[in-house]
């Protein structure tokens, strides 16, 4: 590669200093405009239980425990509000951008890590998860460091690069599931690439690889058991050619209702650019082009088993799931850009990117997709009596109102046959779940009846109104804003008929 300069001097400190300084403002602006919907409720009760519980809570969910582990730390000191939930995804992007301060920069020289922290702050989808208490920002962080420190531990044999691709593989691992599908990629093509090329690397990789499948073993249990109930029974619709193409332009958009023109382009720009860095690197044989090359088939073969198992197994692919293989393949963007040499058309290229970017940014900053968790919250308030218990019909209502209404008690009412998608005991805080809900309304008169709008929970909730067990006493109200696909209704009810 014509740049080849690795070592960071003042001027690029200066701008990576400024680069993670405004970063931090970017990605926290506004991170509390919104309220929780249910997969944050999930994180922001499980983390109400001790360390033990939530590695046992999460073994009877479909995530592995790590993030909620880490988060539960994290909180002790940010405190729970949306801001300290939220916050720590942020570090996640960071750290992620920082990845551009250390491997990159040792892989591809100092210009091509700069550009990378830039692409990964600003791509739009790594802000809309930054302000989302999930773990998708730290998937993205592990499993880019796994590729990226097992690319220089293979290339430049460093005991301390080995250590660090065992670790971050291990850590992906115990932090989503696709992940775990990532770093088992990633090892499998470089252990395919010592077979043909690096026999004398062999050694440390199959130590290395041993450990972390040892460090794993504790969960294998919880995974296995995980696997089989999906296999029978899970909430992802099938997938289809739209799917698929939803999912390559999520990066480019935010998590719910991406500006479709917008993301498009920005997705074909990003392919061109990591074509254009293929064919140069190719061109002029820069071995750093493997990396680059790398990156984009661990991309590729992540989604492409999890549209595979999709199809054979049973549908496990949803567009967010894509998120945690986005940081390797910024990689080969990164690179691309870096190789247009001029530093003219690299800065006016950024420019575009980021002008494509800012209609989304806007979108995230302004827009509620969360739902208006907000404003239930002010109604009851203002209108909750003291011994006031809260029956629903849907888990998002249930999850949402155990989080904005503590100090009530809540029960999700399953009909017989199904069992819910979630490991609900995470909220036994204030929530519990089941088939029978008279003993928990037994003696109270005053209950609310709840259900999330324009759902198949709200024919069970019509269903338990016409069923005689509850009779409404004509205290009714909806809640919903634009453009959220989440909607509420509540309805006073008295137990039996009139």
Not at 23 to 46: K, N
Not at 114 to 135: D, G, H, K, W
Not at 253 to 271: M, R
Request: hydrophobic share 50%; glycine share 8%; charged share 15%.
């Amino acid at each position: 590669m014509e740049e080849n300069n690795k070592t960071i001097g003042k001027s690029e400190k200066i701008i990576w200093i400024v680069l993670f300084l405004a970063g931090l403002i970017f990605l926290t602006f506004g991170i509390t405009h919104e309220s929780l919907w249910y997969d944050e409720s999930y994180s922001a009760a499980i983390i109400n239980n001790s360390i033990p519980e939530i590695w046992s809570i999460a073994g009877s969910d479909s995530h592995p425990p790590l993030y909620f582990i880490f988060l539960k730390i994290f909180t002790m000191i940010f405190g729970n509000g949306e801001f300290g939930l939220r916050f720590f995804s942020v570090l996640g992007i960071l750290a992620l951008a920082g990845l551009g301060t250390g491997p990159v920069r040792r892989i591809f020289g100092v210009k091509t890590g700069l550009i990378y922290s830039f692409l990964v702050i600003i791509l739009p989808i790594n802000l809309s998860m930054a302000q989302e208490t999930r773990m998708y920002t730290w998937a993205a962080f592990f499993v880019a460091a796994s590729g990226l420190f097992g690319y220089l531990a293979v290339s430049q044999k460093l005991k301390s690069d080995w250590i660090k691709f065992g670790l971050c593989t291990v850590l992906a691992a115990y932090m989503h599931y696709y992940a775990l599908l990532a770093v088992a990629i990633i090892n499998l093509i470089i252990f395919l690439s010592i077979l043909i090329k690096k026999r004398d690397v062999i050694e440390p990789f199959i130590i290395t690889a041993i450990i972390s499948v040892i460090l794993f073993l504790p969960w294998a249990y919880y995974l296995t058991d995980q696997v089989s109930k999906v296999s029978k029974e899970f909430w992802i619709q099938p997938v289809t050619f739209d799917t698929i193409w939803s999912t390559l332009i999520f990066p480019y958009g935010n998590k719910f209702f991406p500006l479709l023109i917008f993301a498009q382009i920005l997705a074909f720009l990003f392919l061109a650019i990591i074509v254009w860095g293929f064919i140069r690197a190719g061109v002029k044989r820069y071995k750093e082009g493997k990396m680059a090359v790398f990156g984009v088939l661990v991309f590729v073969l992540t989604l492409s088993c999890g549209v595979a198992a999709s199809f054979i197994i049973r549908p496990v692919l949803v567009e967010r799931y894509i998120v945690p293989v986005v940081g390797i393949m910024l990689v080969a963007a990164a690179y691309g850009i870096a190789l247009l040499n001029k530093k003219s058309v690299i800065i006016v290229t950024c420019i575009v990117i980021t002008a494509l970017s800012i209609p989304q940014v806007i979108d995230i900053y302004t827009k509620r997709f969360n739902g208006p968790m907000f404003e239930v919250k002010t109604y009851f308030q203002e209108n909750m009596k003291n011994d006031d218990i809260f029956l629903h019909t849907d888990e998002h209502t249930f999850g949402t109102f155990c989080y904005y209404l503590p100090d009530r008690k809540h029960y999700l009412y399953m009909e017989s046959g199904f069992n819910g998608y979630s490991g609900y005991e995470a909220f036994k805080k204030n929530g519990t779940s089941g088939h029978d809900f008279s003993e928990f309304i037994k003696g109270s008169g005053n209950v609310w009846l709840v259900t999330r709008t324009y759902s198949e929970s709200e024919s069970v909730f019509y269903r338990l109104l016409g069923s005689g067990q509850l009779t409404s006493v004509g205290i009714m109200n909806e809640f919903a804003i634009n453009p959220s696909w989440y909607g509420v209704r509540v309805e006073k009810v008295t137990s039996g008929s009139n």
